[in-house]
């Protein structure tokens, strides 16, 4: 399926490694000029050299930078002619006890989990509207639909942000505009996130790492742990022009896992 995306500019937050990878990757293969953004100079200017190998057709810009800050904002910003596409992503706040979390720990979260993404949609929704095309798409978690106890800061943030997309997405000033935003929810992917979280685990209980991965690998209904090509395709597809009806949905792709019937 042609996703009617070619020419089309996307900024791709948080894109060096994992999920936010992905979809840089998925949406370069359509055709899509993309801005990616990390914190890590070598491993960006390394994806940067792949996604430009993957489709010599498109242009693809790197940005170093923290994107929770307004500097990292502004400067991805600034290299992205127009953005057409958005992808919101950044590092997961750590998990911990809730007693341990003082005012500053929790700022933390919100500022990368919460406040950066709507900073960036407030930055380039209205911009879209006007040229009758745009899409965002925040990369939240499987945890937002089941919370995970440990990982209160992120329930609580990216809580805050699905409140916030769920009542903006229907503004008809966008969704009668040909703005789309939506939540990909993620589940259990085998990135390097989810490969040091299991080291650590391992590390913390004595156990072998392989047996830590089969036991979480094995509690999937899918059986296995899902792909950042998988997770970016799902992307590509919610910016996609047949994407265009839907509008504030929280997609979630976790093989199975939430066991709810909606
Ligand atoms: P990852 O660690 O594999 O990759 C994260 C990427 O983001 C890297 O390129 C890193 O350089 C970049 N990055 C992180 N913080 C940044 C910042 N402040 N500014 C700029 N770049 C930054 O992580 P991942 O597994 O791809 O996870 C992406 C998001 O999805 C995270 O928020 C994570 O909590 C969430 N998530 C992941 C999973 C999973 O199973 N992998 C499950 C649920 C939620």
């Known amino acids: 399926m042609d996703l009617g995306l070619n020419g089309k500019w996307a900024l791709v937050c948080a894109a ?19 801005v990616i953004t990390a914190r890590g100079a070598e491993a960006l200017a390394a994806t ?27 400067n991805a910003l600034a290299a992205c002619p127009q953005v057409d596409i958005l992808v919101n992503n950044a590092g997961g706040p750590p998990p911990g006890d809730f ?10 979260a919100l500022d990368a989990n919460m406040l950066t993404p709507i900073e960036l949609i407030k930055a380039v929704v209205d911009g879209m509207a006007e040229r009758g095309f745009g899409r965002v798409v925040n990369i939240t ?4 639909k089941a919370p995970i106890a440990t ?13 916030f997309v769920a009542g903006l997405a229907r503004q008809p000033q966008l969704a009668a505009r040909n703005v789309t935003i939506n939540n990909l929810l993620p589940g259990a992917f085998d990135t390097e996130r989810l490969q040091k ?8 209980s004595g156990r072998p790492v392989e047996s830590m991965r089969d036991q979480r690998r094995l509690a999937i209904p899918a059986q296995r742990f899902g792909t950042a090509e998988e997770f970016g395709a799902a992307c590509a597809f919610l910016c996609s022009v047949q994407a265009g009806y839907i509008t504030g949905q929280n997609v979630l792709q976790d093989g199975g896992s939430f066991g709810g019937a909606m």
């Open 99 to 108: 007693r341990d979390w003082d005012r500053d720990v929790w700022i933390a």
């Open 141 to 144: 978690s499987g945890a937002v």
């Open 16 to 34: 060096s490694k994992g999920l936010g990878k992905g979809c840089a990757q998925a949406l370069a293969a359509e055709g899509v000029n993309v």
């Open 48 to 74: 940067v050299a792949e996604l430009r190998a993957s489709n010599p057709s498109v242009q693809v810009r790197g940005v170093v930078g923290d994107i929770t800050t307004a500097e990292g904002r502004a």
């Open 197 to 204: 979280t299991m080291a650590g685990a391992a590390a913390t």
């Open 151 to 163: 990982l209160g800061l992120s329930n609580g943030a990216r809580s805050g942000l699905t409140g």
